[in-house]
C-alpha cells in the first residue's frame, strides 16, 4: 500500500537510518519554489510542502485513475492528488471515482484517453492486469505516470513514481535492532500485510536483511494479515497467546496496527516495543503520546500523489524539475522509507492520513 519530505537530518541509504529521512523526490520538485503556499483547506499528506513552481505556465489536463479508495493510504493518495492540483492555476485534473475492477478501471482510463488529456497520472489496482492500457495511452501520444503499482513495462510509461517496500522493512529492521541490540538473546516477531503481494514479500525481505546484522535478535513468529482493521485485530491476538514473551513487533500497516493494538490492550501487554508502517495520523499521535507499546512508525508516503502532480505538470509543460540539471523529468523515482518517532514525529504529523 504503505510512502516528498525532508526532515531535520540526512541520512545515505547505506547508512542506518535509525529515526532519520533522506531528502526524497519532493525536495528536488520544490527546488525551484520562489514562494511558499499556505494550505488554505488545511489538507494533509504533502499539501504544506511548497508546489515545485507556482509561476503560471502552458495550461495542463492532467486525468488520475487509481483504485477504490478502500483504505486509509488509498483516500490520502486520492486527497493528495487533488489538492495538489488545486495549488496550480495552469492545471486542470480529472479524476476517475477508482475501482478495484480491472475492467472497469481501464474502462475510466480509456474515457480519459478519448477526451485527450496532456497527461495520465495512474495508480493500477492490478500493474499487470493494466499494462496494456497503459501501452495504448502511450501509443495516443499521451504520456503516463505510473503512480506506484508498477506496469510490467517501461513502455506503458514515461516515468514512474512510487515507494520503497523493501526499504520499509529495511529501516524497520534497523530501527528495532539498534533498540535491542544490547538484550540477549532478543525476540522479535512480525504482523505483515497479504501475502499473495510482492509488496509484503518486499517489507518482509527487508526486515529480514536488517536483522542479519544482530547476531543477538531472532524472529520467532511471523502472520500475515489483509490490511484491515479486523484482521490485524484477529492476528496480533494469536501472536500474543502464542508467545508469552517477545522484545518487538513490526507491524507492516498502520491501519491493521489500530487493531493490534486493540488486541494488545485487551490482552493487557506492555512488555514490548512495536514500529508501523505506512504513516497513518493515529500512529503519529500514539507515537507523540509515547504511552503504550508503538513507539515508531516506517513511511510509505501517500504524498507520492502529490509529486507525481507536479511531475505531470512538468511533463505537459516540457520541462525539467528543480534540483537536476537534466531538461526531463526522470524516468523513475523511488521515494525514501522515513523513520518517525517520537524525535521528529511532529514534522511529519501534517502528513498523517486517517
Given at each position: 500500500?504503505?510512502?516528498?519530505?525532508i526532515t531535520?537530518?540526512?541520512?545515505?541509504?547505506?547508512?542506518?537510518?535509525?529515526g532519520?529521512?533522506?531528502?526524497?523526490?519532493?525536495a528536488?520538485?520544490?527546488?525551484?519554489?520562489?514562494?511558499?503556499?499556505?494550505?488554505d483547506d488545511?489538507a494533509?499528506?504533502?499539501?504544506?510542502?511548497?508546489?515545485?513552481?507556482d509561476?503560471?505556465?502552458?495550461?495542463v489536463?492532467i486525468?488520475?485513475a487509481?483504485?477504490?479508495?478502500?483504505?486509509?493510504?488509498?483516500?490520502?493518495?486520492?486527497?493528495?492528488?487533488?489538492?495538489?492540483?488545486?495549488?496550480?492555476s495552469d492545471?486542470t485534473l480529472?479524476?476517475?471515482?477508482?475501482?478495484?475492477?480491472?475492467?472497469?478501471?481501464?474502462?475510466?482510463?480509456?474515457?480519459?484517453?478519448?477526451?485527450?488529456?496532456?497527461?495520465l497520472v495512474?495508480?493500477?489496482?492490478?500493474?499487470?492486469?493494466?499494462?496494456?492500457?497503459?501501452?495504448?495511452?502511450?501509443?495516443?501520444?499521451?504520456?503516463?505516470?505510473?503512480l506506484?503499482?508498477?506496469?510490467?513495462?517501461?513502455?506503458?510509461?514515461?516515468?514512474?513514481?512510487?515507494g520503497?517496500?523493501y526499504?520499509?522493512?529495511?529501516?524497520?529492521?534497523h530501527?528495532?535492532?539498534?533498540?535491542?541490540?544490547?538484550?540477549?538473546?532478543?525476540?522479535?516477531i512480525?504482523?505483515?500485510?497479504l501475502?499473495n503481494?510482492?509488496?509484503?514479500k518486499?517489507?518482509?525481505?527487508?526486515f529480514?536483511?536488517a536483522?542479519?546484522?544482530?547476531?543477538?535478535?531472532?524472529?520467532?513468529?511471523?502472520?500475515?494479515a489483509?490490511?484491515?482493521v479486523?484482521?490485524?485485530?484477529?492476528?496480533?491476538?494469536q501472536?500474543?497467546?502464542?508467545?508469552?514473551?517477545?522484545?518487538?513487533?513490526?507491524?507492516?500497516?498502520?491501519d491493521?496496527?489500530?487493531g493490534?493494538?486493540?488486541?494488545?490492550?485487551?490482552?493487557?501487554?506492555d512488555d514490548?516495543?512495536m514500529?508501523?508502517?505506512?504513516?497513518?495520523l493515529?500512529?503519529?499521535?500514539?507515537?507523540?503520546?509515547?504511552?503504550?507499546?508503538?513507539?515508531?512508525?516506517?513511511l510509505?508516503?501517500?504524498t507520492m500523489a502529490?509529486?507525481?502532480?507536479?511531475l505531470a505538470?512538468?511533463l505537459?509543460?516540457?520541462?525539467g524539475?528543480?534540483?537536476l540539471?537534466?531538461?526531463?523529468?526522470?524516468?523513475?523515482?523511488?521515494?525514501?522509507?522515513?523513520?518517525?518517532?517520537?524525535?521528529n514525529?511532529?514534522?511529519?504529523?501534517?502528513?498523517?492520513?486517517?
Amino acid at each position: 500500500m504503505p510512502e516528498p519530505l525532508i526532515t531535520h537530518r540526512v541520512a545515505s541509504r547505506r547508512g542506518l537510518l535509525f529515526g532519520t529521512a533522506a531528502v526524497s523526490a519532493g525536495a528536488l520538485l520544490a527546488g525551484c519554489t520562489s514562494n511558499d503556499p499556505k494550505d488554505d483547506d488545511g489538507a494533509p499528506a504533502g499539501n504544506s510542502q511548497p508546489a515545485a513552481d507556482d509561476k503560471p505556465g502552458k495550461q495542463v489536463t492532467i486525468g488520475f485513475a487509481g483504485p477504490q479508495a478502500d483504505h486509509g493510504w488509498l483516500n490520502a493518495i486520492n486527497d493528495n492528488a487533488k489538492n495538489r492540483a488545486k495549488k496550480y492555476s495552469d492545471v486542470t485534473l480529472e479524476i476517475t471515482e477508482g475501482s478495484n475492477d480491472t475492467a472497469q478501471q481501464i474502462g475510466q482510463i480509456e474515457t480519459l484517453i478519448n477526451k485527450k488529456v496532456d497527461v495520465l497520472v495512474i495508480l493500477p489496482a492490478d500493474g499487470k492486469a493494466l499494462t496494456q492500457v497503459g501501452l495504448k495511452a502511450m501509443r495516443a501520444g499521451i504520456p503516463v505516470i505510473n503512480l506506484d503499482r508498477i506496469f510490467n513495462t517501461p513502455q506503458a510509461y514515461r516515468c514512474w513514481i512510487g515507494g520503497d517496500n523493501y526499504g520499509m522493512g529495511l529501516n524497520a529492521g534497523h530501527y528495532i535492532g539498534e533498540k535491542l541490540k544490547d538484550t540477549s538473546d532478543a525476540r522479535v516477531i512480525e504482523l505483515a500485510g497479504l501475502d499473495n503481494l510482492e509488496l509484503t514479500k518486499q517489507r518482509t525481505q527487508g526486515f529480514d536483511d536488517a536483522l542479519k546484522n544482530y547476531p543477538n535478535i531472532k524472529k520467532v513468529a511471523r502472520q500475515a494479515a489483509d490490511f484491515t482493521v479486523e484482521s490485524g485485530q484477529a492476528k496480533m491476538a494469536q501472536l500474543l497467546q502464542a508467545q508469552s514473551k517477545f522484545d518487538a513487533v513490526w507491524n507492516h500497516d498502520d491501519d491493521q496496527g489500530v487493531g493490534a493494538l486493540r488486541a494488545i490492550e485487551q490482552a493487557g501487554r506492555d512488555d514490548f516495543l512495536m514500529v508501523g508502517g505506512a504513516g497513518a495520523l493515529s500512529a503519529f499521535e500514539a507515537i507523540k503520546q509515547d504511552n503504550g507499546v508503538l513507539k515508531a512508525t516506517v513511511l510509505y508516503p501517500p504524498t507520492m500523489a502529490a509529486s507525481a502532480i507536479d511531475l505531470a505538470r512538468a511533463l505537459g509543460q516540457a520541462r525539467g524539475i528543480g534540483g537536476l540539471a537534466e531538461f526531463e523529468i526522470p524516468a523513475s523515482l523511488t521515494l525514501y522509507s522515513a523513520v518517525v518517532d517520537k524525535e521528529n514525529v511532529d514534522q511529519y504529523m501534517s502528513t498523517g492520513f486517517r
